[in-house]
């Protein structure tokens, strides 16, 4: 029920008065009505003049019951808050302010349902802008129900916490792995480095004179106690790499130098294949960024790859190209080149070109993984380009001296 | 860039710090609290001028909240700080927040309020100072680059920024915004003039 409005006790003219007495009658008061917000209109002496629908079902006060009370009398919990002072300055220096729901947990004991449930309250975000109307001052309260948004943001708050969580469970056994990884390694490394050790004495003959048969097996134990240190040292490299525990001395490289040494180490490698090293002119003293020991490494693995891939009686190229304060090191081998299906997996853990082939030719297929790390690590790249039965060309750049 | 006494400039700043030191104790009481709210410097520069100093503050992209003003003074209120600074303020004020990388919804909305707490007092005092009414409008959220902010390419550049330095002190930590108010200059001239008439009244 609504009690009537007198115009002259509320400074508005008798239309809007009108209107406000009884919304139902008017389109613009139906339109108040029908606002999916909550409005209601303050006086300069605080009264409220006007309470829509959205008001009286969340309020659970009637028209009647509120207007033309003030304020702090319909919401007498509010006196002294935030809301009071803001819509003082509405009216005082005619000055607009928001309220939002973060920062103001409770703003107006507004309801759901009737009970008042506190499962119910509405989660509020309210504005206060001032009104001027034929020279009276007014202050328009609206009132956002952000309900759906405050549910919305409470389930990204559960979900990026458990996706935190996970992230977390997931470092923890990545960590795990590479330290059981590199603990296993070292354990086995160290039995297998003695292994070794009195094999080959065994098999130099130091202690006595082996029967052929004898001497044959000792050379095959030999052989693969070397294959499963070569495994070994790469998997240790690989976890150091993945945990980011490999450590780079960067400084200024001689190019020829290393290049130099490089061919040298694996001279005798390339023997076993019948396969020449050729390197091209390098200008003498191009110096490069890099860590000595790791580009040395670099290098061994793909000079050694390259031999192992050339048909007997072939050259391995090695090619020294300046571009931009780009070093490239060119390998290249006249072998069977890279079947297409395996390009793109080249530089994957474990990865050679046919499972068949690794007895045949050895390695661990860790090689061109840790070389790209490596390379990676320096600040350089490493790539390929091939021809299937011509030849593969490997290359990395790195990065000139001078321009760093 | 306009010149003004060291005179204008002292009264100018301390009756802003007044006013913020209120923003302060309203914000405090939020937030159940400290925080601290002052003005360390006052310029008026033109609008690309103004542009640049966000420019140069090291942040790709500022974030904060704008009001329109109407009255007195015709233009837009800004309060602007790095975008991560932003975020940070956001969520060392509300505590409990979804972490990702950019303001939430509710977020935007609470930074709102805390630049309409901080954007009134400064065009209340200025009002003040006037002896006039500006009226503010509610405030928006916005992020950009300096002159993306500033209209640079569009506006006329002869305008000039009142640009405030404001230090916001929370939890043992003080991070630098600004707050422009966009002015006429018929308005500048007003306010020059009712500075003086206040300054000598003092």
Same mark, same amino acid.
Request: aromatic share 6%; with cysteine.
């Given at each position: 029920?609504?009690?009537?409005?007198?115009?002259?006790?509320?400074?508005?003219?008798?239309?809007?008065?009108?209107?406000?007495?009884?919304?139902?009658?008017?389109?613009?008061?139906?339109?108040?009505?029908?606002?999916?917000?909550?409005?209601?209109?303050?006086?300069?002496?605080?009264?409220?003049?006007?309470? *829509?629908?959205?008001?009286?079902?969340?309020?659970?006060?009637?028209?009647?019951?509120?207007?033309?009370?003030?304020?702090?009398?319909?919401?007498?919990? +509010?006196?002294?808050?935030?809301?009071?002072?803001?819509?003082?300055?509405?009216?005082?220096?005619?000055? @607009?302010?928001? +309220?939002?729901?973060?920062? *103001?947990?409770?703003?107006?004991?507004?309801?759901?349902?009737? @009970?008042?449930?506190?499962?119910?309250?509405?989660?509020?975000?309210?504005?206060?802008?001032?009104?001027?109307?034929?020279?009276?001052?007014?202050?328009?309260?609206?009132?956002?129900?952000?309900?759906?948004?405050?549910?919305?943001? #409470?389930?990204?708050?559960?979900?990026?916490?458990?996706?935190?969580?996970?992230?977390?469970?997931?470092?923890?056994?990545?960590?795990?792995?590479?330290?059981?990884?590199?603990?296993?390694?070292?354990? +086995?490394?160290?039995?297998?480095?003695?292994?070794?050790?009195?094999?080959?004495?065994?098999?130099?003959?130091?202690?006595?004179?082996?029967?052929?048969?004898?001497?044959?097996?000792?050379?095959?134990?030999?052989?693969?106690?070397?294959?499963?240190?070569?495994?070994?040292?790469?998997?240790?490299?690989?976890?150091?790499?993945?945990?980011?525990?490999?450590?780079?001395?960067?400084?200024?490289?001689?190019?020829?130098?290393?290049?130099?040494?490089?061919?040298?180490?694996?001279?005798?490698?390339?023997?076993?294949?019948?396969?020449?090293?050729?390197?091209?002119?390098?200008?003498?003293?191009?110096?490069?960024?890099?860590?000595?020991?790791?580009?040395?490494?670099?290098?061994? *693995?793909?000079?050694?790859?390259?031999?192992?891939?050339?048909?007997?009686?072939?050259?391995?190229?090695?090619?020294?190209?300046?571009?931009?304060?780009?070093?490239?090191?060119?390998?290249?081998?006249?072998?069977?080149?890279?079947?297409?299906?395996?390009?793109?997996?080249?530089?994957?853990?474990?990865?050679?070109?046919?499972?068949?082939?690794?007895?045949?030719?050895?390695?661990?297929? +860790?090689?061109?993984?840790?070389?790209?790390?490596?390379?990676?690590?320096?600040?350089?790249?490493?790539?390929?380009?091939?021809?299937?039965?011509?030849?593969?060309?490997?290359?990395?750049?790195?990065?000139?001296?001078? #321009?760093? | 860039?306009?010149?003004?006494?060291?005179?204008?400039?002292?009264?100018?700043?301390?009756?802003?710090?007044?006013?913020?030191?209120?923003?302060?104790?309203?914000?405090?009481?939020?937030?159940?609290?400290?925080?601290?709210?002052?003005?360390?410097?006052?310029?008026?520069?033109?609008?690309?001028?103004?542009?640049?100093?966000?420019?140069?503050?090291?942040?790709?992209?500022?974030?904060?909240?704008?009001?329109?003003?109407?009255?007195?003074?015709?233009?837009?209120?800004?309060?602007?700080?790095?975008?991560?600074?932003?975020?940070?303020?956001?969520?060392?004020?509300?505590?409990?927040?979804?972490?990702?990388?950019?303001?939430?919804?509710?977020?935007?909305?609470?930074?709102?309020?805390?630049?309409?707490?901080?954007?009134?007092?400064?065009?209340?005092?200025?009002?003040?100072?006037?002896?006039?009414?500006?009226?503010?409008?509610?405030?928006?959220?916005?992020?950009?680059?300096?002159?993306?902010?500033?209209?640079?390419?569009?506006?006329?550049?002869?305008?000039?920024?009142?640009?405030?330095?404001?230090?916001?002190?929370?939890?043992?930590?003080?991070?630098?915004?600004?707050?422009?108010?966009?002015?006429?200059?018929?308005?500048?001239?007003?306010?020059?003039?009712?500075?003086?008439?206040?300054?000598?009244?003092?």
């Amino acid at each position: 029920m609504s009690r009537s409005v007198r115009s002259d006790v509320i400074n508005i003219n008798s239309d809007e008065a009108e209107i406000i007495a009884s919304p139902s009658d008017h389109l613009f008061g139906k339109v108040l009505d029908l606002s999916e917000n909550g409005l209601f209109l303050v006086d300069s002496d605080r009264k409220i003049i006007l309470w *829509n629908e959205w008001m009286v079902e969340a309020s659970s006060l009637n028209r009647g019951d509120v207007i033309g009370s003030t304020f702090v009398e319909v919401f007498p919990g +509010l006196k002294g808050r935030r809301i009071e002072s803001v819509i003082n300055a509405a009216l005082d220096t005619r000055t @607009a302010s928001l +309220l939002s729901r973060s920062l *103001n947990k409770v703003i107006f004991p507004l309801y759901f349902s009737e @009970a008042r449930d506190e499962a119910r309250r509405i989660e509020q975000s309210v504005t206060v802008k001032p009104i001027q109307s034929d020279g009276h001052d007014y202050c328009l309260i609206q009132i956002i129900d952000v309900t759906p948004m405050v549910q919305r943001e #409470d389930v990204l708050r559960v979900l990026a916490k458990e996706a935190e969580e996970a992230l977390q469970v997931a470092e923890e056994a990545s960590r795990f792995k590479s330290e059981f990884t590199s603990t296993v390694s070292h354990e +086995l490394r160290t039995p297998l480095t003695s292994i070794r050790g009195s094999l080959g004495l065994i098999a130099s003959g130091v202690m006595g004179e082996l029967k052929p048969e004898i001497g044959r097996l000792i050379a095959i134990a030999c052989n693969n106690t070397e294959r499963l240190l070569f495994l070994i040292n790469d998997i240790l490299d690989i976890s150091k790499i993945e945990s980011g525990k490999m450590d780079f001395v960067m400084g200024p490289v001689d190019l020829k130098a290393v290049l130099l040494q490089s061919i040298e180490v694996n001279q005798a490698y390339g023997e076993q294949y019948e396969v020449k090293y050729h390197l091209n002119d390098v200008i003498d003293g191009t110096t490069v960024y890099a860590d000595t020991d790791r580009l040395m490494q670099v290098l061994n *693995n793909l000079l050694s790859n390259a031999a192992k891939f050339s048909p007997k009686g072939t050259e391995v190229d090695i090619s020294v190209i300046q571009k931009d304060g780009v070093i490239r090191v060119e390998i290249k081998d006249y072998g069977n080149g890279i079947p297409v299906k395996f390009q793109s997996r080249i530089f994957e853990k474990f990865s050679q070109a046919d499972g068949s082939d690794t007895r045949k030719i050895g390695g661990t297929g +860790l090689g061109l993984s840790i070389s790209k790390a490596i390379v990676e690590k320096m600040g350089g790249s490493i790539g390929f380009d091939t021809e299937e039965g011509i030849g593969a060309t490997f290359y990395i750049d790195v990065s000139l001296y001078a #321009d760093v | 860039m306009l010149e003004i006494t060291e005179l204008q400039r002292d009264y100018i700043t301390e009756v802003l710090n007044i006013s913020m030191g209120s923003a302060a104790a309203v914000l405090s009481e939020m937030v159940n609290e400290e925080v601290s709210l002052s003005v360390p410097e006052v310029d008026f520069l033109q609008r690309n001028a103004a542009a640049n100093k966000f420019d140069q503050t090291n942040a790709a992209r500022m974030s904060g909240v704008t009001q329109s003003m109407r009255g007195a003074l015709t233009g837009d209120a800004l309060l602007m700080f790095p975008e991560e600074k932003t975020l940070s303020i956001v969520r060392i004020l509300l505590g409990d927040t979804v972490p990702v990388e950019s303001l939430t919804e509710m977020e935007q909305e609470a930074m709102c309020e805390i630049g309409n707490i901080i954007l009134n007092a400064v065009v209340s005092s200025v009002a003040d100072l006037l002896k006039k009414e500006i009226m503010s409008s509610l405030p928006r959220f916005i992020k950009g680059t300096g002159s993306e902010i500033f209209s640079v390419e569009t506006c006329d550049n002869n305008d000039l920024v009142m640009f405030l330095k404001v230090d916001f002190g929370l939890e043992s930590q003080s991070i630098n915004g600004y707050v422009t108010l966009m002015l006429n200059v018929d308005s500048l001239h007003d306010f020059i003039s009712q500075l003086d008439e206040q300054i000598s009244a003092v």
